[in-house]
């Protein structure tokens, strides 16, 4: 089966079908060209950045014990007091200090109101504080800045072009949607066809397309696995993967990131000894992984990957939503990426979000 963010497939055919020439999954080789390696942080930086962590902490709670004491004044801190009062705090006492006195002096640098099209450059509204950084007020001029904080891998979201256009021509012929779900109203022929496109993009049969991509994780994991199954996930999954196999109700086990001998070991434990509570042999093991992970950069080993599922009949679920588009020598994610024949990752899920200039 194959998700690309919303997209599922059943995965058959060959690996000449989809035009992947895959390795021998079982080779003992496989790990040589697929470990990673993060540049070590110098000790200096290491040792500047905690003390300016520190420092900030330590005169943050000065800062507050100033203010209980009536010596310094702050404005929103008294509206809030004033406004709150019978109410449960939203956040916890940290939370409101590191708020308050720490992130408030690069509030500045963040949540900046933006004027044109986040492409690769884009306009962002000018503003000012006369008070530290509580309130903003605009300038009414704007300030030409590099985009360093959109996905648009491929510049696919600008206002011109042949994506804008036919955009444009798509909304003209079947307007911006049909309002309900494909249960009440049936589905587009353009849905039909972008659901084909896909299919043939990551070399499977069939794909379904949801309209958010959190959503397709979260709300279709439950479906996919339940009471009596085992999802092993890797600890560093993104939150809607999490949120997912939460709510499936399986049992869960996490291994170290992207390490495969923890991995194998797990998988090792579970068919050994089945269930912790009947012994019984689970229904299905499945492991949860994604291709790239987006706050480490780090790339799923998938031939390791394959081989294990392979040795240990297990299923793979690989969420390629920073990879697809990307990665590999036709931008089709982490398969095309390692050679891997995609028809060895039972669920493959990807979002139009980051490389495609879209949602969903």
Same mark, same amino acid.
């Given at each position: ?38 540049? *070590? ?30 010596? *310094? ?30 992130? #408030?002096?690069? #509030? ?8 044109? =099209?986040?492409?690769? #450059?884009?306009?962002?509204? *000018? #503003? ?33 072009? @042949? =994506? ?13 949607? /049909? =309002? ?7 589905? &587009? ?7 084909? &496109? %896909? ?5 499977? /049969? ?11 994780? @979260? ?5 996919? %696995? ?36 923890? &991995? ?29 992970? @987006?706050? *480490?950069? @780090?790339?799923? /080993? ?15 679920? &690989? ?6 588009? =990307? ?34």
């Amino acid at each position: 089966m194959s998700i690309i963010d919303g997209k599922t497939a059943v995965p058959r055919g060959s690996s000449e079908q989809n035009g992947f020439a895959e390795k021998d999954a079982g080779s003992k080789n496989l790990s040589a060209g697929s470990r990673e390696s993060y540049e *070590e942080t110098p000790l200096f930086c290491s040792l500047t950045s905690y003390l300016t962590w520190g420092l900030f902490i330590i005169v943050a709670y000065v800062r507050t014990f100033l203010v209980k004491i009536g010596v *310094e004044r702050q404005k929103l801190r008294e509206e809030a007091e004033k406004y709150s009062k019978g109410f449960v705090p939203l956040y916890s006492s940290f939370e409101s200090i590191y708020t308050r006195y720490i992130y #408030r002096r690069i #509030r500045d640098l963040w949540d900046r109101p933006i004027a044109s =099209c986040a492409g690769a #450059r884009f306009d962002v509204m *000018e #503003r000012i504080s006369d008070d530290h950084n509580e309130t903003f007020k605009l300038t009414g001029k704007t300030v030409n800045a590099i985009n360093l904080s959109s996905y648009n891998y491929l510049g696919f979201a600008q206002t011109t072009g @042949s =994506c804008a256009d036919a955009a444009v021509d798509a909304v003209k012929e079947y307007g911006v949607g /049909p =309002c309900s779900c494909r249960r009440e109203v049936g589905t &587009l022929a353009v849905q039909k066809e972008l659901e084909d &496109l %896909v299919a043939e993009f990551v070399g499977m /049969p069939a794909a379904m397309v949801f309209g958010m991509g959190f959503a397709t994780n @979260s709300t279709n994991i439950p479906a996919l %696995v339940g009471k009596g199954s085992l999802v092993i996930s890797d600890r560093l999954n993104h939150a809607s993967l999490v949120m997912g196999i939460r709510l499936s109700g399986a049992k869960i086990v996490t291994f170290q990131h992207n390490d495969m001998k923890d &991995l194998e070991k797990k998988l090792r434990e579970a068919i050994v000894h089945g269930h912790p509570r009947t012994r019984r042999p689970y229904k299905k093991i499945v492991i949860f992984v994604e291709g790239v992970y @987006s706050m *480490e950069g @780090s790339v799923i /080993p998938l031939k390791e990957l394959v081989a294990l599922k392979k040795k240990y009949k297990a299923y793979i679920y &690989l969420d390629e939503a920073h990879s697809i588009g =990307c990665m590999g020598k036709r931008g089709r994610g982490v398969c095309d990426y390692w050679g891997v024949d995609p028809t060895n990752i039972d669920v493959l899920m990807g979002t139009f979000t980051k490389s495609f200039g879209a949602c969903g």
